[in-house]
């Protein structure tokens, strides 16, 4: 059977397990998925390991992206756009290959809810790992442009020098104070919501949105969200779908199938 982990820490509430072993289930494949907690010194001797005892992949979150990244043979475009990998591909030839699937868990989120992407404006909020991620995948989608905001403004600084020769969209950043004028998708990607609190942005930008998309999830909608409805934005999303995708994608690049997500999107929504 072939054999599949997350890791990370902490690592007890992760939904992964539960999420690959539906998609194994959909597709009729038998493949274990468990989840591993680990030191950041423990990692790449760990993962050798795994990979010696036959492991097949890993799915890997906080605080591990980085430390992944280092230590794959070869990088996919994305996670190097990323700076950060959330899948290994462990093959038997002993060679790990990094990939970052979040920017399509997104990216295929946003289409499942029929965000118009291509020719908007599109601002993200946020210059962590989580915005760096979806920055490539969404230019692909051709929106008119990007630009990408944050409390510390020379991380979303960063992000433009190391990504504007790889995409032929503008792209630009500023503070969260100096967002001004419209957007048509808003795209936060900060953990804020995650301790309840909003991002330092005029309300004019926010309620320009036709949509505003969060990353974050919880068992009701976030403060993001309930935020932009007030300021009268017509859809909001949480990122609950963007896990679920992005667990697809890994899913793909292990198995060679596309699994169906809506199912257990609900199932999982239905268990907060
Ligand atoms: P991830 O890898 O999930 O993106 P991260 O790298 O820790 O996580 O980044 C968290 C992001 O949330 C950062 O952009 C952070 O802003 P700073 O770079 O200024 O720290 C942002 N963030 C967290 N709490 C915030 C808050 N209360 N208001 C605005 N931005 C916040």
Not at 11 to 17: A, C, D, W
Not at 43 to 68: L, Y
Not at 185 to 190: K, L, P
Request: hydrophobic share 40%.
């Amino acid at each position: 059977m072939d054999k599949y982990l997350v890791i990370g820490n902490p690592i007890e509430h992760s939904k992964s397990p539960f999420i690959h072993q539906q998609f194994a289930q959909a597709s009729n494949q038998v493949i274990s998925y468990g989840k591993k907690k680990l030191e950041l010194e423990e990692f790449a001797s760990f993962i050798k390991m795994f990979q010696r005892d036959g492991g097949k992949g890993c799915n890997i979150t906080v605080p591990f992206k980085e430390v992944a990244f280092k230590l794959a043979d070869e990088l996919s475009d994305r996670a190097k756009a990323a700076g950060a990998v959330n899948t290994l591909i462990l093959n038997e030839d002993g060679s790990i290959i990094g990939d970052n699937t979040d920017g399509q868990g997104l990216v295929g989120d946003l289409q499942n809810h029929q965000v118009e992407i291509t020719n908007q404006r599109i601002l993200i909020i946020g210059a962590g790992g989580a915005a760096r991620g979806c920055i490539l995948p969404l230019a692909k989608l051709k929106p008119k442009e990007i630009v990408i905001c944050n409390r510390t403004v020379e991380k979303a600084q960063q992000i433009v020098t190391d990504l504007d020769s790889h995409i032929d969209i503008p792209l630009s950043s500023c503070a969260l104070s100096d967002v001004s004028g419209t957007f048509d998708v808003i795209i936060n990607s900060t953990s804020a919501s995650l301790s309840n609190h909003l991002p330092a942005i005029c309300s004019e930008v926010i309620g320009s949105a036709k949509c505003c998309y969060d990353m974050a999830y919880g068992d009701s909608e976030t403060c993001f969200m309930i935020w932009a409805k007030d300021l009268g934005v017509k859809q909001t999303i949480d990122g609950l779908g963007m896990l679920v995708g992005q667990a697809a994608e890994s899913f793909r690049l292990w198995r060679n199938v596309t699994p169906a997500t809506e199912d257990i999107l609900q199932t999982i929504r239905s268990q907060l």
